[in-house]
């Protein structure tokens, strides 16, 4: 390890806690505190990936977390940010986007085939001849992207969670810190959202006096208030609607709601564009202070520093007084104005080059990192002489200006544009409830920052306390702070000048695309992709502006800017894929049929038995369950079924308005099939509703369909505006199917104070009583075709009652019977499920409900579409099959109805029936084919073509007998 | 996320609602030819600016009208069905 | 005979739940230790009240039928009022009332109400059938706001929420009404739902509430707490 820089340079390392990592299988020492591009740095490392498309070597321009260059491999993580990833003790890092490694990168030969690769290459190279894609698929697959997945990670715990607050202060940095004490000192409840480790933004390692004790005062004035909470580490990386923030931090997502935000997001360093400017050891002004002032790391031995403004000066009075050699301070300015920077650089006797640049840049002829830079004369708004002065240096500090960052304003709706020929964008205007202060609105001094957060905490609170008088939120940006020179951008005859470093986009491309029609900004982002890589275009949508501004002899205002989307930064995908809720219903039977060996399915979101048995004996339980039913009694939980109450004078007339069939005639005590279609007619659910009461009906909905039900029936009567009520019960009530020729000794044997008899309680009776002292509704209905019985006892009572019922029924043979035994049960009677035998199209007619229409009814739902369906005559009807060869296949679900070589229809069930010991099942037919003993051919599995013949329903007992004993 | 506000609960977050599309007047199931009431039923006016439209909070089952611009996504005003389909307001038929 | 379960009992029996009497009805005493419970209600305790009695009415007279109960309301919906009897009765819309049974002793006040069904529905107070239909926990202490904000979108801390608050609103994407009482010190917030969805509230809360130290808690606790707040 090199010795670092004595204290107080290095306030964020550890000097006590040394930690040994590898990068590229090489051991490195750094001390805790340091981030992974610091560490090395501190070694003389600059070289950290190759770059995307041309495999040059890159290093971190900012160390600021925003660029593609400084993208490592971690081994279970890939694309971390190595100029902010705190470093660990063991840490394997390993460079990306290299075949073989960073030294001697096979991939770097990619770089000679340059002319190859112009510039929307991606849209042109690999369509012709037809059938080249699919060899340069392999290619790309292998060598593009930047990280590599580790498939055998070991999963962590991401989440989510909400937080609230009356202001948020996006940046902890000079102004976010004035403007949340402001508003602290008014009491209101502020979040203050910092990303880096510790507060203070510039002030933490730009220069200032020694005696300066801004940071000290600030940093004590908000901890003094409890009213601000601070998070640090804590990246904001979308600004939604409503001032509805987006935090990261650490393995969470914050979803933060503010009454007001305060953006104080600072400013991106820029870079200078010339030829090679992306080498390793290039670093802006910023950086270099972070590297001195927060590592201790003596960034460099010989420095050439290229300077827009003062704060190159400042950077080289840093570099000197902390053992680097500045070899010059180039100014592009030909007439640079006395800055007081500029001033004390010029009184210790620096060499100043002002109206030079940096034409380009040269690599050391050792490492992969700069060694020198020819210096030569400014000659024109981005021109500048062919021979100059040849420097040696292994450090290259840019200080190009600084772009406010404002990004997230921009998804909030601010809206920013560079003024008069400038190329710097500037905050015009903001939404509501949103302020800006600092860099990002304008600030270019700590003075007017702090001046500015004041201000707008001031705004932000007078805001939120209602008082008319919120006070401008945009402050003035004085005009001597406007860049003087266009902005450094150095075309060269031989090219290799990045406008983008993370997607390699050179000038000439820019200038090509322009060239090629893609004017528009947008346009020209996607066809070159510049500003499409991690940085999202925070270093390179000045430089983009400025070449396309100077290619149509234009401004860069009127060029504009591409659009703001969040995530601003890169986020893990673990944040948005972390700890997500999806509820799960259980029935109040649901331990029982586990324990019974069921296996349970899903059905919306409840489970429900399947069939009881081990998976390979799938068959043989759902035959037996089914023959259960038939020849002794079964048990389903059906607790599933959608429950409501429809109670209050007007109960009658909503159910005839809602409902297709007529209820005016059902008395107390009995039940009628409800079906419900939608305003196109569409049969969309059914069920049965019970008349409990004079003006009370407790009528069922089908698992799948009750819970759009329920805010339908409320759709309806927001608008009919009826004196009733409807209540959801759904979950309130349990509900057993008891079906088969034995349920009713079943339930005498269990003790039931109702008359079971075929007179006192007939088929579709309805009655209420007590079975085995429990308070349960009784309807006599079934869906299988047998006695049956569903009842409809309280749910905390409902395993009760179901263990009952098994141990009454054992001597009777009982047996539960899951959906599957139901499924088959049901089609053999013939019976429709809404949604597996009916589609988005169909109508009453089609299945033949004709029956369930209350044709004399003035008006109910779906009446009108109906009628009009009808005219138009029928496109397809439903009907019954079977299949006559007990060999052939048997169809499946979705499985096409032919006719010469036309499709004509589909078969929505199908079962083997284990009673009738053939397949049989439903299908759409064509009208012609829907007659009883027409032949139908189905498309089964494999093409093979299964006949089959259209039968009369019910499959099972066509007299309807057995249910009604 | 954006902030509805409810006439019920107060603001909340839009997850916590469904739309249910614009209030659409139907026009009399009796008298409407065909044509009349596939517009009805098919055809949505999709306007830019100020629309009307149920909203319903899923945590209480409650239906209200939203006047929202759909434009700027601003919600004008929130209020009862009641207001629109008082106890005159019934369809009719009886 | 056939008596009421809680829609969770598989789960607390798998924590070890031990049921007594506790208010006239069956339910958790404590979780098999009883010292370290008194603690953990403080920081955050999550209780199962669905063995106690509730009951909702709604309609066009279920305001003035339950006022002529006796039943104190509060003026707004969304809002939570104490009976003289420690009863809460929870305004869920202008023509919704939920009532919760008192937790202190044994419930009078839902099992009067309930009984009166039928003559509530001549005035048009249509009865609920809350005590299946819904869960019904408490979740307690310091952590509380914290730890419904992992789960929940509403501000739950004071002032925000003040005692007495209601909100409606998607907990863990489950629909569930939420009630700020005040028992002292710590805050309780009583949350009901879905029944059918008990168990996926359960285990969701409990993974909420684990960084901050919470753990399932019994009614021993919950009534000492309330004791002494008295």
Known sequence: MRERLSPPAGSRIDRSRPVAFEFEGRAFTGYAGDTIASALAANGAWCLSRSFKLHRPRGSFGFAGDEAGALVQLESEPNVQAD?????????????????????????????????????????????????????????????????????WTPEYFDKAYAHCDVAVIGGGAAGLAAAAACGDQGLDVLLIEREPELGGWLTYGRRKSADRTLDDLRRRVQALTSVRVMTSATCTGWYADNWLAVSQGNRLHKVRARAVIACTGGTSQPAVFRNNDLPGIVSAAAAQRLIRHYGVRPGLRAVVLTTGDEGYAAALDLAEHGTDVAAVVDCRPDPPAGPMASQAEARGHRILSGHTVREARRDSQRLQIGGVLVTRVTGPGACAADGEELDCDLLVVAAGVAPAGGLLAQAGAKFRPSGRGAVPRLESLPAHAYAAGVAAGASTVEEALAQGEQAGLAAAADLSGSAAAAPAIAARPAAAEPTVSWPVFPHPDGHEFVDLDEDVTVREIEDALAEGYEDIELLKRYSTVGMGPSQGRLSAIATAAVTAAAQDSTAAAVGATTNRPPSVPTRFGLFAGRGFQPVRHTPMQGWHVDAGAQMMTAGLWMRPAYYGPPEKRADAIADEVLAVRRAVGLIDVSTLGGFEIRGPDALEFLERAYTPSFRRLRVGRTRYALLTDEQGVVVDDGVAARQGPDHYYVTASTSGAEQLYPLLLWYQAQWQLDVDIADVTSAYGAINIAGPQARRVLEKLGIDIGLSPEACPYLAARTGKLAGVDVRLLRIGFVGELGYEIHPPASQSLGLWQALIDAGRDYGIRPFGVEAQRVLRLEKGHVIVTQDTDGLTHPHEVDLGWALGRRKPFFVGKRSIEILREKGLSRRLVGYAVPDRRAAVPDEGHLVVRDGEITGRVTSSAWSPVLDQAIGLAYVAPDQAEVGSVITIKAARGRLVEAEVVRLPFYDPENLRQAI | MKIMPCPLNGPRNIQEFTCGGEVVAPPDPDRADAAAWADYLFLHHNAAGIVREWWYHVPTSFWFIADRNTVTDEIVRTFLPRELFGADARPDHP | MVSPRSPIQNALQAAGAVFGEHSGVTAVTDFGAPIGEAAAARRLGLADLSPLPRVGFRGPGARDWLTAQGVE???????????????????????????????????SLCARLAAGAADAHCARAYSLPRFDGMFWFALTGASAADCLAKLCGVDMREPAFPVGSVAQTSLARLNAVIVHVDVGEAPLFHLLGDSASADYAWTSLLDAMQEFGGRPVGLRVLHALAREFK
Do not use: C, M
């Open chain 3, 73 to 107: 309301l509060p003026d707004e919906p969304n809002q939570a009022r104490t009976q003289t009897d420690g009863a809460i009765a929870i305004t869920r819309s202008w023509t919704e009332v939920l009532v919760l049974g008192r937790i202190q002793e044994a419930d």
């Open chain 1, 84 to 152: 902010t990833r705190a470093v660990e003790p063991g840490l394997r890092v390993q460079a990306q986007n290299t075949v073989g490694g960073l030294e001697r990168d096979q991939a770097a030969l990619l770089g000679r085939f340059e002319r190859f690769l112009p510039v929307g290459f991606y849209y042109k190279a690999f369509y012709k001849p037809r059938g080249v894609w699919n060899w340069w698929e392999k290619i790309i697959r292998r060598t593009a992207g930047l990280g590599r997945v580790d498939r055998s």
